[in-house]
Protein backbone atom coordinates (compact mmCIF):
# COMPACT_ATOMS: atom_id res chain seq x y z
CA UNK A 1 0.00 0.00 0.00
CA UNK A 2 2.71 2.55 0.75
CA UNK A 3 3.99 1.54 -2.35
CA UNK A 4 1.58 2.65 -4.38
CA UNK A 5 1.06 5.80 -2.71
CA UNK A 6 3.84 7.21 -2.90
CA UNK A 7 4.03 5.70 -6.63
CA UNK A 8 0.60 8.10 -7.46
CA UNK A 9 2.09 10.93 -5.21
CA UNK A 10 4.94 11.33 -7.20
CA UNK A 11 3.60 11.03 -10.53
CA UNK A 12 0.47 13.00 -9.83
CA UNK A 13 3.07 15.77 -9.23
CA UNK A 14 5.24 15.00 -12.21
CA UNK A 15 1.55 14.77 -14.52
CA UNK A 16 0.57 17.87 -12.86
CA UNK A 17 3.76 19.83 -13.95
CA UNK A 18 3.21 18.07 -17.39
CA UNK A 19 0.11 19.36 -17.87
CA UNK A 20 0.42 22.76 -17.00
CA UNK A 21 2.25 25.61 -19.45
CA UNK A 22 5.94 25.89 -18.93
CA UNK A 23 6.52 29.16 -20.15
CA UNK A 24 6.73 32.34 -17.81
CA UNK A 25 4.16 33.89 -16.16
CA UNK A 26 2.00 36.69 -17.44
CA UNK A 27 3.92 39.75 -17.39
CA UNK A 28 3.58 43.36 -18.82
CA UNK A 29 6.04 46.06 -19.75
CA UNK A 30 5.39 49.02 -18.38
CA UNK A 31 8.31 51.93 -19.73
CA UNK A 32 7.95 55.47 -18.44
CA UNK A 33 10.06 57.88 -19.91
CA UNK A 34 10.19 61.90 -19.69
CA UNK A 35 6.44 62.98 -21.37
CA UNK A 36 4.69 59.51 -21.87
CA UNK A 37 4.62 55.89 -20.72
CA UNK A 38 4.47 52.82 -23.27
CA UNK A 39 2.20 49.58 -21.64
CA UNK A 40 3.18 46.37 -23.54
CA UNK A 41 0.60 43.43 -22.76
CA UNK A 42 0.13 39.93 -23.89
CA UNK A 43 -1.89 39.26 -26.32
CA UNK A 44 -3.30 36.39 -25.27
CA UNK A 45 -4.04 38.47 -21.85
CA UNK A 46 -5.70 41.17 -23.68
CA UNK A 47 -8.12 38.35 -25.08
CA UNK A 48 -8.38 37.56 -21.52
CA UNK A 49 -9.80 41.16 -20.63
CA UNK A 50 -12.29 41.43 -23.49
CA UNK A 51 -13.41 38.32 -26.25
CA UNK A 52 -10.97 40.22 -29.06
CA UNK A 53 -11.30 37.08 -31.11
CA UNK A 54 -14.81 37.93 -32.83
CA UNK A 55 -14.12 34.96 -35.50
CA UNK A 56 -13.33 31.91 -33.01
CA UNK A 57 -10.62 30.78 -35.01
CA UNK A 58 -7.63 30.80 -32.21
CA UNK A 59 -5.24 33.66 -33.44
CA UNK A 60 -6.43 37.26 -33.33
CA UNK A 61 -5.56 39.73 -36.48
CA UNK A 62 -4.58 42.98 -36.29
CA UNK A 63 -8.38 44.22 -37.03
CA UNK A 64 -9.45 42.05 -34.38
CA UNK A 65 -7.10 44.03 -32.07
CA UNK A 66 -7.99 47.90 -33.52
CA UNK A 67 -11.88 46.85 -33.30
CA UNK A 68 -11.57 46.14 -29.16
CA UNK A 69 -9.55 49.42 -29.18
CA UNK A 70 -11.67 51.00 -27.09
CA UNK A 71 -13.14 48.57 -24.70
CA UNK A 72 -9.53 47.53 -23.88
CA UNK A 73 -8.54 51.08 -23.60
CA UNK A 74 -11.03 51.16 -21.09
CA UNK A 75 -9.83 48.27 -18.74
CA UNK A 76 -6.44 49.27 -19.03
CA UNK A 77 -7.70 53.03 -18.01
CA UNK A 78 -9.42 51.44 -14.86
CA UNK A 79 -6.08 49.53 -13.82
CA UNK A 80 -3.79 52.11 -14.35
CA UNK A 81 -4.66 55.18 -12.45
CA UNK A 82 -2.32 58.27 -11.69
CA UNK A 83 -2.57 60.56 -8.66
CA UNK A 84 -0.34 63.92 -7.99
CA UNK A 85 -0.64 64.81 -4.47
CA UNK A 86 -4.05 62.44 -4.13
CA UNK A 87 -5.55 63.69 -6.97
CA UNK A 88 -6.13 62.06 -9.97
CA UNK A 89 -4.56 62.69 -13.14
CA UNK A 90 -6.31 62.45 -16.42
CA UNK A 91 -4.75 59.51 -18.81
CA UNK A 92 -5.53 59.07 -22.39
CA UNK A 93 -4.49 55.32 -23.55
CA UNK A 94 -3.91 54.60 -27.52
CA UNK A 95 -3.01 51.47 -29.22
CA UNK A 96 -0.18 52.19 -31.27
CA UNK A 97 1.19 48.75 -32.78
CA UNK A 98 2.34 45.26 -31.93
CA UNK A 99 5.79 43.98 -30.33
CA UNK A 100 7.39 40.73 -29.99
CA UNK A 101 8.62 39.43 -26.25
CA UNK A 102 9.76 36.10 -25.61
CA UNK A 103 6.50 34.60 -25.29
CA UNK A 104 4.75 36.26 -28.18
CA UNK A 105 2.99 39.25 -29.72
CA UNK A 106 2.06 41.92 -27.11
CA UNK A 107 -0.15 45.30 -27.56
CA UNK A 108 1.57 48.21 -27.75
CA UNK A 109 -0.36 51.07 -25.70
CA UNK A 110 0.72 54.40 -25.51
CA UNK A 111 -0.22 56.55 -22.00
CA UNK A 112 -0.28 60.10 -22.09
CA UNK A 113 -1.13 62.30 -19.38
CA UNK A 114 0.02 65.74 -18.20
CA UNK A 115 1.14 64.70 -14.88
CA UNK A 116 4.52 62.62 -16.42
CA UNK A 117 4.79 65.48 -18.82
CA UNK A 118 5.84 67.73 -16.03
CA UNK A 119 7.66 67.19 -12.91
CA UNK A 120 6.64 64.13 -11.45
CA UNK A 121 7.39 64.36 -8.04
CA UNK A 122 4.38 63.40 -5.78
CA UNK A 123 3.21 61.39 -8.79
CA UNK A 124 2.04 57.99 -8.16
CA UNK A 125 0.88 55.15 -10.34
CA UNK A 126 -0.97 52.30 -9.32
CA UNK A 127 -1.69 49.16 -11.56
CA UNK A 128 -4.10 46.55 -11.12
CA UNK A 129 -4.53 44.57 -15.01
CA UNK A 130 -5.26 41.33 -14.49
CA UNK A 131 -4.85 41.07 -10.64
CA UNK A 132 -8.30 39.81 -10.14
CA UNK A 133 -8.40 37.02 -12.61
CA UNK A 134 -4.48 35.96 -12.51
CA UNK A 135 -2.82 36.57 -8.92
CA UNK A 136 0.37 35.82 -10.15
CA UNK A 137 0.56 38.43 -13.41
CA UNK A 138 2.95 40.60 -12.73
CA UNK A 139 4.13 44.89 -14.25
CA UNK A 140 7.48 44.84 -15.10
CA UNK A 141 8.47 48.91 -15.13
CA UNK A 142 11.65 50.89 -16.12
CA UNK A 143 11.44 54.47 -15.25
CA UNK A 144 14.05 56.02 -17.09
CA UNK A 145 13.80 60.17 -16.42
CA UNK A 146 16.23 61.82 -18.12
CA UNK A 147 19.89 60.46 -16.50
CA UNK A 148 18.00 58.49 -13.18
CA UNK A 149 16.91 54.47 -14.37
CA UNK A 150 14.63 52.74 -11.98
CA UNK A 151 13.53 49.09 -12.66
CA UNK A 152 10.99 46.78 -9.82
CA UNK A 153 8.18 44.49 -10.55
CA UNK A 154 4.34 45.92 -9.66
CA UNK A 155 2.58 42.91 -7.79
CA UNK A 156 -1.13 42.56 -6.62
CA UNK A 157 0.21 43.49 -2.75
CA UNK A 158 2.70 46.62 -4.35
CA UNK A 159 2.45 50.40 -2.75
CA UNK A 160 1.38 52.83 -5.47
CA UNK A 161 4.81 53.50 -7.81
CA UNK A 162 5.96 56.66 -6.53
CA UNK A 163 7.68 57.85 -9.64
CA UNK A 164 10.59 60.69 -8.08
CA UNK A 165 11.45 57.72 -5.74
CA UNK A 166 13.72 55.37 -5.90
CA UNK A 167 14.34 52.10 -3.41
CA UNK A 168 17.91 49.66 -3.92
CA UNK A 169 16.13 47.53 -0.95
CA UNK A 170 12.64 47.33 -2.87
CA UNK A 171 15.32 46.54 -6.38
CA UNK A 172 16.28 43.61 -4.88
CA UNK A 173 13.26 42.54 -2.87
CA UNK A 174 11.01 42.92 -6.33
CA UNK A 175 13.48 40.72 -8.52
CA UNK A 176 14.51 38.18 -5.46
CA UNK A 177 10.90 37.32 -5.59
CA UNK A 178 10.92 37.23 -9.23
CA UNK A 179 12.95 34.85 -9.60
CA UNK A 180 11.61 32.92 -7.09
CA UNK A 181 8.27 32.86 -9.11
CA UNK A 182 10.24 31.63 -12.36
CA UNK A 183 11.43 28.97 -11.15
CA UNK A 184 8.87 27.54 -9.12
CA UNK A 185 6.31 28.15 -12.21
CA UNK A 186 8.98 27.20 -14.54
CA UNK A 187 7.73 23.65 -14.55
CA UNK A 188 10.24 22.90 -17.96
CA UNK A 189 13.27 23.90 -15.45
CA UNK A 190 11.76 22.13 -12.41
CA UNK A 191 11.50 18.79 -14.61
CA UNK A 192 15.26 18.91 -15.88
CA UNK A 193 16.61 19.24 -12.76
CA UNK A 194 14.50 16.38 -11.36
CA UNK A 195 15.33 13.93 -14.15
CA UNK A 196 19.29 15.06 -12.99
CA UNK A 197 18.62 14.28 -9.62
CA UNK A 198 16.19 11.06 -9.59
CA UNK A 199 19.39 9.02 -11.31
CA UNK A 200 21.38 9.82 -7.83
CA UNK A 201 19.19 8.61 -5.90
CA UNK A 202 18.54 5.25 -7.79
CA UNK A 203 22.24 4.83 -7.98
CA UNK A 204 23.31 5.84 -4.34
CA UNK A 205 25.03 2.94 -2.91
CA UNK A 206 23.49 1.69 0.63
CA UNK A 207 25.83 2.44 2.83
CA UNK A 208 25.37 6.01 1.38
CA UNK A 209 24.27 8.90 4.29
CA UNK A 210 21.72 12.34 3.22
CA UNK A 211 24.55 14.60 3.74
CA UNK A 212 26.24 12.31 0.78
CA UNK A 213 23.59 12.49 -1.52
CA UNK A 214 23.18 16.30 -0.94
CA UNK A 215 26.95 17.12 -1.26
CA UNK A 216 26.40 15.47 -5.09
CA UNK A 217 23.46 16.76 -5.71
CA UNK A 218 24.50 20.29 -4.64
CA UNK A 219 27.76 19.86 -7.03
CA UNK A 220 24.63 19.07 -9.91
CA UNK A 221 22.71 22.29 -9.04
CA UNK A 222 25.73 24.16 -8.50
CA UNK A 223 26.86 22.97 -12.33
CA UNK A 224 23.44 23.84 -13.18
CA UNK A 225 24.08 27.46 -11.53
CA UNK A 226 27.16 28.55 -12.96
CA UNK A 227 25.78 27.82 -16.54
CA UNK A 228 22.75 29.62 -16.62
CA UNK A 229 24.17 32.41 -14.80
CA UNK A 230 26.73 33.26 -17.49
CA UNK A 231 23.93 32.81 -19.76
CA UNK A 232 21.31 34.67 -18.12
CA UNK A 233 23.68 37.76 -17.04
CA UNK A 234 24.59 37.97 -21.74
CA UNK A 235 21.17 37.62 -22.34
CA UNK A 236 19.72 40.41 -20.04
CA UNK A 237 21.72 42.86 -20.82
CA UNK A 238 21.63 42.25 -24.05
CA UNK A 239 24.72 41.38 -24.69
CA UNK A 240 23.73 38.05 -26.88
CA UNK A 241 20.69 37.27 -28.36
CA UNK A 242 19.08 34.25 -29.56
CA UNK A 243 15.41 33.67 -31.08
CA UNK A 244 12.92 32.45 -28.18
CA UNK A 245 11.46 29.82 -30.40
CA UNK A 246 14.12 27.99 -30.58
CA UNK A 247 15.58 28.40 -26.87
CA UNK A 248 12.21 27.59 -25.78
CA UNK A 249 12.19 24.17 -28.30
CA UNK A 250 15.31 22.77 -26.60
CA UNK A 251 14.64 23.41 -23.11
CA UNK A 252 11.39 21.49 -23.68
CA UNK A 253 14.06 18.32 -25.39
CA UNK A 254 16.63 18.94 -22.46
CA UNK A 255 13.75 17.88 -20.05
CA UNK A 256 13.56 14.69 -22.67
CA UNK A 257 16.87 13.79 -22.94
CA UNK A 258 18.41 14.06 -19.26
CA UNK A 259 15.47 11.48 -18.29
CA UNK A 260 16.19 9.22 -21.26
CA UNK A 261 19.82 9.19 -20.04
CA UNK A 262 19.14 9.12 -16.55
CA UNK A 263 17.27 5.02 -17.28
CA UNK A 264 20.83 4.57 -18.68
CA UNK A 265 22.54 3.34 -15.19
CA UNK A 266 26.21 2.68 -17.51
CA UNK A 267 25.59 7.02 -17.88
CA UNK A 268 26.77 9.03 -15.06
CA UNK A 269 26.59 12.49 -17.12
CA UNK A 270 24.58 14.35 -14.62
CA UNK A 271 26.91 17.40 -13.91
CA UNK A 272 27.84 17.57 -18.10
CA UNK A 273 23.76 18.16 -18.70
CA UNK A 274 23.47 20.42 -15.87
CA UNK A 275 25.80 22.61 -17.13
CA UNK A 276 25.31 21.95 -21.05
CA UNK A 277 21.86 22.61 -20.54
CA UNK A 278 22.05 25.13 -18.31
CA UNK A 279 23.22 27.52 -20.61
CA UNK A 280 20.08 27.29 -22.58
CA UNK A 281 18.39 27.30 -19.72
CA UNK A 282 19.63 30.86 -19.22
CA UNK A 283 18.02 31.99 -22.05
CA UNK A 284 14.90 30.96 -21.06
CA UNK A 285 15.18 32.53 -17.19
CA UNK A 286 16.92 35.66 -18.89
CA UNK A 287 13.25 35.99 -20.98
CA UNK A 288 11.21 38.23 -18.53
CA UNK A 289 14.27 40.79 -18.09
CA UNK A 290 15.77 40.53 -21.44
CA UNK A 291 14.90 44.69 -23.01
CA UNK A 292 14.31 45.94 -19.32
CA UNK A 293 17.90 45.60 -17.93
CA UNK A 294 19.42 48.30 -20.19
CA UNK A 295 22.43 50.15 -18.45
CA UNK A 296 21.10 51.58 -15.25
CA UNK A 297 22.48 51.75 -11.71
CA UNK A 298 20.07 49.29 -10.48
CA UNK A 299 20.84 46.56 -12.79
CA UNK A 300 23.33 44.44 -12.06
CA UNK A 301 21.56 45.01 -8.32
CA UNK A 302 18.10 43.90 -10.39
CA UNK A 303 20.00 40.91 -12.06
CA UNK A 304 21.80 39.59 -8.75
CA UNK A 305 18.52 39.82 -7.25
CA UNK A 306 16.71 37.90 -9.43
CA UNK A 307 19.23 34.96 -9.87
CA UNK A 308 19.58 35.16 -6.34
CA UNK A 309 15.96 34.24 -6.58
CA UNK A 310 16.33 31.60 -8.55
CA UNK A 311 19.22 29.77 -6.94
CA UNK A 312 17.09 29.90 -3.17
CA UNK A 313 14.12 28.52 -5.16
CA UNK A 314 16.49 25.90 -6.94
CA UNK A 315 17.79 24.84 -2.99
CA UNK A 316 14.68 24.88 -1.73
CA UNK A 317 13.06 22.36 -4.42
CA UNK A 318 16.14 20.23 -3.91
CA UNK A 319 15.88 19.84 0.02
CA UNK A 320 12.22 19.04 -0.08
CA UNK A 321 12.96 16.54 -2.81
CA UNK A 322 15.86 14.56 -1.77
CA UNK A 323 15.06 13.65 1.91
CA UNK A 324 11.81 11.96 0.99
CA UNK A 325 13.23 9.86 -1.98
CA UNK A 326 16.49 8.98 0.12
CA UNK A 327 14.08 7.02 2.46
CA UNK A 328 12.49 5.00 0.02
CA UNK A 329 15.76 4.62 -2.01
CA UNK A 330 17.04 0.98 -1.80
CA UNK A 331 12.64 -0.17 -1.51
CA UNK A 332 11.95 -2.76 -4.92
CA UNK A 333 8.99 -0.46 -5.01
CA UNK A 334 11.05 2.31 -5.69
CA UNK A 335 14.18 0.95 -7.63
CA UNK A 336 11.62 -0.81 -10.10
CA UNK A 337 8.68 0.86 -9.85
CA UNK A 338 8.32 4.67 -8.98
CA UNK A 339 11.95 5.44 -10.02
CA UNK A 340 11.64 3.95 -14.09
CA UNK A 341 7.85 5.42 -14.12
CA UNK A 342 8.63 8.73 -13.28
CA UNK A 343 11.57 9.05 -15.44
CA UNK A 344 9.13 7.64 -18.21
CA UNK A 345 6.82 10.25 -17.41
CA UNK A 346 9.10 13.04 -17.42
CA UNK A 347 10.27 11.73 -21.31
CA UNK A 348 6.85 11.98 -22.16
CA UNK A 349 6.03 15.41 -21.10
CA UNK A 350 9.13 16.92 -22.25
CA UNK A 351 8.45 15.47 -25.83
CA UNK A 352 4.77 16.52 -25.69
CA UNK A 353 6.19 20.11 -24.54
CA UNK A 354 8.29 19.91 -27.36
CA UNK A 355 5.89 19.51 -29.90
CA UNK A 356 3.52 22.17 -28.56
CA UNK A 357 6.59 24.65 -29.32
CA UNK A 358 7.37 23.22 -32.88
Not at 137 to 159: C, I, K, M, Q, T
Not at 328 to 357: C, E, K, S
Request: aromatic letters at 10%.
Amino acid sequence: MMARSALILLLLVVFTMGTAHAHKASDSFLYITDGSARLDVAVQDLQRLQNIDSNGDGRVVWGELRAAEAALAADILGAVVLQRDGAFCAVNAALSGVTQHSDGAYGVWQLESPCLAAEVQGVSLSYELLFAIDPLHRSLYRVERGAVVDVGVLAPDSPPLLLGQHSLWKTVVDFFGQGVIHLVFGYDHILFLLALLLPVVARLPASSRLPGLLWQCGKIVTAFTLAHSLTLTAASLSWVRLPSGPVELVIALSVSIAAVLGLWSRYHLQWQLAAGFGLIHGFGFASMLAGLLAEGPHTVLALASFNLGIEVAQIAVMLLVLPVLYLFRRAVWYQRGVNPAAMAVITLIGMFWAWQRI
